[in-house]
């Protein structure tokens, strides 16, 4: 009886699990999509009134760099330039010497792997004394590569005058599966503002 018991407890168990949602593969586009902000802590931020964008979206892979202006970056800068007005800040054109200045990348990190495959035939000759075959090892290669959005923001007003730099007072970063979707572009944007309620005017 406890042998049947503990049988029908286990079918069961295993039903309800496979019926059970993945936490991950369940997920949607927008809901695997992450925000990553920091900010310096030192930056008054009431302190900047005027800010200026780059006209266009820096593309960076490895050692590779360009520009590009297609729909999607249209859509993301447009969305940077709406939630800066909203937060009480003034575009102005970069010759008018803004505050701030928001840069916009798509970077893509690639990098190709190795890893070993060997070929051993354990104990099948039994007659050897235990010593197998061990032929040599075979490679395999394959390639990663991850994209994601970053936005800065610099600050012009407070330019070190010594080293002639200036210095990053806030950046996000956006990750995930669908971060090239047009549909997205408002979603993620708006996300990384909500989230660092701090830049408010």
């Known amino acids: 009886m406890y042998k049947i018991t503990s049988l029908i407890a286990l079918v069961t168990l295993l039903g309800l699990s496979s019926c059970t949602k993945d936490p991950i593969n369940d997920l949607s586009s927008e809901e695997s999509l992450v925000y990553v902000t920091n900010r310096d802590t030192q930056a008054d931020y009431k302190q900047y009134k005027t800010f200026s964008i780059v006209d266009s979206v820096l593309v960076m892979e490895n050692n590779r760099t360009g520009t590009t202006l297609d729909d999607l970056d249209k859509a993301v800068l447009i969305r940077i330039i709406d939630n800066m007005k909203d937060l009480g800040y003034v575009m102005v054109a970069p010759a008018q010497k803004p505050d701030i200045g928001i840069n916009v990348a798509w970077i893509t990190n690639s ?3 190795v890893t070993s495959m060997p070929l051993y035939y354990g104990n099948y000759w039994g007659g050897m004394g235990g010593w197998g075959w061990g032929y040599p ?9 991850e994209s994601y959005w970053h936005i800065s923001m610099v600050d012009f007003k407070n330019p070190n005058t010594v080293d002639k730099t200036y210095k990053v007072v806030w950046d ?3 990750r995930g599966s669908d971060i090239g979707n047009r549909n997205l572009a408002n979603t993620m944007i708006d996300a990384i503002y909500s989230q660092s309620t701090y830049l408010k005017k």
């Open 137 to 145: 090892s075979y490679y395999q290669y394959y390639e990663t590569s």
């Open 111 to 113: 990098q190709l792997n």
């Open 172 to 174: 996000a970063q956006i």
